[in-house]
């Protein structure tokens, strides 16, 4: 008898209001994430929708939150990886990263991420001094996320294609404008990235890019089937984004969403969405 494959939830968040503000929680929409959230607050949810293991996202941009992040990874066997945050601008990047792998907890650090979505330049990612940071973000082994919109897309493409031996990891598939079912342009944007051999995409937040009260696993289909297509079942992995997520669904909800996406596919091909192409790109 084969061992089950392990289930990996390559995205999700924890945060401590106490220990530091989350400012982007604004306005009533948003209301029921301004509370703390904790892995213990996502342990049994986990355990319930069938899920081994995680991977703890930053949601700041400030040095502070990378280090406890891989605090908690180290003393708690669910979360086996972080994508933290440090300023790629930063002319000692590679110092900091070096030192962040050194830390107690280090080994788990696997991405660096930044809130390129937030920049006003949509070149951003573009810029000599963060195409210097990427690189030495590739150098120390991390792969790098990318939490973008749309529009974002092209310079993501260029910035990937300018750093080739940079894992390029696509949050929420680009954040595709679900709700309005609008998959153009961004299905071409997306197949051009995917062309790319060093890029990467995840199944997650998906639900919270759809209309939060009614949306149906078609209505996510349409975007999935495209990103299936163009990066194939090597090289997509599953988020859930709690606890984001729950603004339109529940955890459970959304692990069974992404299964009932991917029925078509072959045993194996949905193991390595689950969880084991996270395990290779981020070498957990």
């Known amino acids: 008898m084969t061992e089950n494959p392990r289930v990996i939830d390559a995205h999700h968040h924890v945060w401590d209001l106490s220990v530091r503000d989350q400012d982007w929680i604004t306005g009533p929409e948003l209301a029921p994430l301004r509370r703390d959230f904790g892995l213990e607050h996502l342990r049994a949810q986990a355990r319930s929708a069938g899920v081994d293991a995680t991977v703890l996202v930053q949601t700041v941009c400030v040095p502070e939150e990378t280090p406890e992040l891989l605090a908690l990874a180290d003393a708690d066997p669910l979360a086996v990886g972080v994508v933290g945050w440090t300023d790629l601008t930063a002319p000692d990047i590679a110092d900091t990263l070096a030192d962040l792998c050194a830390l107690p907890g280090g080994r788990h650090l696997v991405g660096i991420r930044h809130q390129v979505q937030s920049e006003p330049d949509p070149e951003w990612l573009l810029r000599p001094d963060v195409q210097r940071g990427l690189l030495a973000v590739g150098a120390a082994r ?85 990103a299936l297509a163009a990066f194939g079942a090597r090289r997509l992995l599953f988020g859930s984004d709690w606890p984001v997520c729950t603004l339109a669904g529940d955890y459970v909800r959304v692990v ?26 981020y070498r957990l």
């Open 256 to 281: 069974d969403t992404t299964r009932k996406l991917l029925s078509e596919l072959s045993p194996s091909e949905r193991a390595a969405i689950m969880g084991g192409n996270a395990a290779r790109v």
């Open 142 to 226: 991390l792969a790098y996320d990318l939490v973008i919109t749309p529009d974002q897309l092209p310079a993501a493409t260029r910035a990937a294609a300018a750093a080739p031996g940079v894992t390029f990891v696509l949050d929420h598939l680009g954040k595709p404008r679900i709700a309005a079912a609008e998959v153009e342009p961004w299905a071409s944007r997306l197949r051009a990235f995917a062309v790319l051999p060093n890029t990467v995409a995840k199944l997650s937040g998906l639900t919270t890019e759809a209309d939060w009260h009614h949306w149906t696993t078609d209505d996510l289909r349409r975007f999935t089937d495209v």
